[in-house]
Antibody
Framework: QITLKESGPTLVKATQTLTLTCTFSGFSLSTRGVGVGWIRQPPGKALEWLALIYWDDDKRYNPSLKSRLTITKDTSKNQVVLTMTNVDPVDTATYYC?????????WGRGTLVTVSS | QSVLTQPPSASGTPGQRVTISCSGNNSNIGSNYVYWYQQLPGTAPKLLIYRNNQRPSGVPDRFSGSKSGTSASLAISGLRSEDEADYHCAAWDDSLSPFWVFGGGTKLTVL
């Protein structure tokens, strides 16, 4: 059974750095073709893809947020970490991680992050 | 402003067939597969259709996807009350810096 779970702070202050961790099980991020991505959804709004890291450590970022994002993986711990610098209240959203065997197929339940001013 | 365009809402009565459209351009839908996700209230998105028209195991055949040019559609036949949800389309965008793009989501109401 494949599961993904997001964890991190529920509340951060504007200008701070947000660090989120995706802990997964049931698959390996050392398997060729596999990746883990992050997607967010502000309350009542659309999904927005943030970043993706592949088994070979290739990384892709949303061009509009690239300067603020860093994605890393720890294959031995089955974890993927996303950091977002200089957060703003507009970054308030539910943050999801998802497995990607070429597309985003299985998602975690998400974690709501509120950015206060 | 989402890269892919979906109608904000759709509705139908039980048993009806409804379709939801998703419009993009040559760098996304026009050259890549389309994916559809169902998001029930208060839950995470669930993959409904992959590679334009393929259903993951467990997804009823009442759900079907199609693609033509730079547009795609999700069709739901035999509409049921439990289909009331938000539906999102997605595609890879082959722009200078490739990335995943989503539609704005369509809220389906079963009347």
């Amino acid at each position: 059974q494949i599961t993904l779970k997001e964890s991190g702070p529920t509340l951060v202050k504007a200008t701070q750095t947000l660090t989120l961790t995706c802990t997964f099980s049931g698959f390996s991020l050392s398997t060729r073709g596999v990746g883990v991505g992050w997607i967010r959804q502000p309350p009542g709004k659309a999904l927005e893809w943030l970043a993706l890291i592949y088994w070979d450590d290739d990384k892709r970022y949303n061009p509009s947020l690239k300067s603020r994002l860093t994605i890393t993986k720890d294959t031995s711990k089955n974890q993927v970490v996303l950091t977002m610098t200089n957060v703003d209240p507009v970054d308030t959203a539910t943050y999801y991680c998802a497995r990607s065997p070429g597309y985003l197929d299985l998602w975690g339940r998400g974690t709501l992050v509120t950015v206060s001013s | 402003q989402s890269v892919l365009t979906q109608p904000p809402s759709a509705s139908g009565t039980p048993g009806q067939r409804v379709t939801i459209s998703c419009s993009g351009n040559n760098s996304n839908i026009g050259s890549n597969y389309v994916y559809w996700y169902q998001q029930l209230p208060g839950t995470a998105p669930k993959l409904l259709i992959y590679r334009n028209n393929q259903r993951p195991s467990g997804v009823p055949d009442r759900f079907s996807g199609s693609k033509s040019g730079t547009s795609a559609s999700l069709a739901i036949s035999g509409l049921r009350s439990e289909d009331e949800a938000d539906y999102h389309c997605a595609a890879w965008d082959d722009s200078l810096s490739p990335f995943w793009v989503f539609g704005g989501g369509t809220k389906l109401t079963v009347l």
